[in-house]
């Protein structure tokens, strides 16, 4: 039993070390953890309209947490927020100029820090640790 406890510990410490370092690496271009989570959602959604409620979903986050986020974002001016074509309950969220190009820099953050995490590891470590993460999540989700 005290072994299955330590896996949910450790993932927790996990999570609060890769949090921590991206707010210390994302620092000197104005971001938070959070606030480049919903910027590379954004990037990643190019090309379809995405609104809040599809951010507070994809990314398992609170409306509060969504709402103050993307008010400090439309504040340094990387997204707008615009009514949507499709349905008039919602704006939807759009990366400005200012945004792509922050991102861009964000994204190369993010791959040093991932490459950072994945010091020392073979392939075949990554990939089972990969797989392993996924059935948690899948078994979590249930």
Known sequence: MEEKLKIGMLLRMLYISVKVRCDKDMKDIEL????????G??????GREVNQKDIEQELRLMNPTVTGILNRLEKKGFITRIKSNTDGRYKRVELTAKGREISEAMMMRAMEMENRLLVGLSQAEIDSFGNTIRKLIENISK
């Open 41 to 46: 959602y954004l990037l990643f959604s190019q």
């Open 32 to 39: 938070t953890s959070s606030q480049s989570e919903v910027l």
